[in-house]
C-alpha cells in the first residue's frame, strides 16, 4: 500500500533562517505531489505542485520553493524565513492519471520566532 | 474560478445526536469532485467521504452522508449518532474531472468548520 510520510513533525526556526521540509511517498511511482499551508484558523492553500522529477508549479509567490529531486520525494524551502511563514504545512499525493482523492501527511507545524 | 464556502465557522452537537454541515461552492464546470475532510486535532487530513457530480445518488460512509444538490450548488454532510471522535475541523473541497496534468487535480478548499461533540 502507498504511505507518505512528512518530517519534520515541528520545527521552530528564527527569522531569517533557511527551512528545508521533506516529502516522500512510498508504494507508487510517478505520483503528483503538492505541498499546502493551513495558516491558523484558515484553510488549504496551494503553494506548490509537481506531476514530475524537477517539474515544479507555483500558484502563490511567496519566499518559499520547491523542488523534486527524485520521483517520489518533494521537498520545501526558503532561503530566509519570514513570520508570515509560520502555518502548518501538509504535503499530498494523487497517483497520475487519477480520479482518486489526495493523500496527505501528517503536516509540519512551523513556528517563526 | 471556483471558490468553496462554509458558512458555519463553528457548531456544536450532543453526542448520539445528527448534525449537518453546510458547503456551497461556485463553478462553471459541470463534471467535478467534491470531498469532505475531517482534520482532528492531530492535524492529520484524512478524507471522510467523496461525490462525483455525474452521480445522481448522494454519497454515504457509514454514519456519514452527503445531500448533493447540484442545481443549487450545495453540498452538505450529515453526521448522524455523532460521537466524541468526530470533534475536528471539518473542510470541504472541490476538484474539476479531467486529465490535464496535475493542476487539474487541485483541491480548493473551504475555510472549515469547528465541530465540538458535547458528552
Known amino acids: 500500500s502507498q504511505t507518505i510520510h512528512q518530517w519534520p513533525a515541528t520545527l521552530v526556526q528564527p527569522v531569517g533562517s533557511p527551512l528545508s521540509l521533506e516529502c516522500t511517498v512510498e508504494?507508487?511511482?510517478?505520483?503528483?505531489l503538492y505541498w499546502y499551508r493551513q495558516a491558523a484558523g484558515r484553510g488549504l492553500q496551494l503553494l506548490f505542485y509537481?506531476?514530475?522529477?524537477?517539474?515544479i508549479s507555483s500558484e502563490v509567490p511567496q519566499n518559499l520553493s520547491a523542488s523534486r529531486p527524485q520521483d517520489r520525494q518533494f521537498i520545501l524551502s526558503s532561503k530566509k524565513l519570514l513570520l508570515s511563514d509560520s502555518g502548518f504545512y501538509l504535503c499530498a499525493w494523487t497517483a497520475t492519471h487519477s480520479n482518486q482523492p489526495q493523500h496527505f501527511g501528517d503536516g509540519t507545524r512551523l513556528s517563526i520566532l | 474560478a471556483q471558490t468553496v464556502t462554509q458558512s458555519q465557522p463553528e457548531m456544536s452537537v450532543q453526542e448520539a445526536e445528527t448534525v449537518t454541515l453546510s458547503c456551497t461552492y461556485d463553478t462553471s464546470e459541470s463534471d467535478y469532485y467534491l470531498f469532505w475532510y475531517k482534520q482532528p486535532p492531530s492535524r492529520q487530513m484524512i478524507l471522510v467521504i467523496r461525490?462525483?457530480?455525474?452521480?445522481?445518488q448522494n454519497a454515504t460512509e457509514n454514519r456519514f452522508s452527503v445531500n448533493f444538490q447540484k442545481a443549487a450548488k450545495s453540498f452538505s454532510l450529515k453526521i448522524s449518532d455523532s460521537q466524541l471522535g468526530d470533534a475536528a475541523m471539518y473542510f470541504c473541497?472541490?476538484?474539476?474531472?479531467?486529465?490535464?496534468?496535475?493542476?487539474?487535480?487541485?483541491?480548493?478548499f473551504g475555510k472549515g468548520t469547528k465541530l465540538s461533540v458535547i458528552p
Open positions: 473541497a472541490y476538484r474539476i474531472m479531467g486529465d490535464s496534468g496535475a493542476g487539474s487535480y487541485q483541491l480548493t
Open positions: 508504494g507508487t511511482s510517478n505520483p503528483n
Open positions: 461525490q462525483e457530480a455525474y452521480k445522481q
Open positions: 509537481s506531476i514530475g522529477i524537477d517539474q
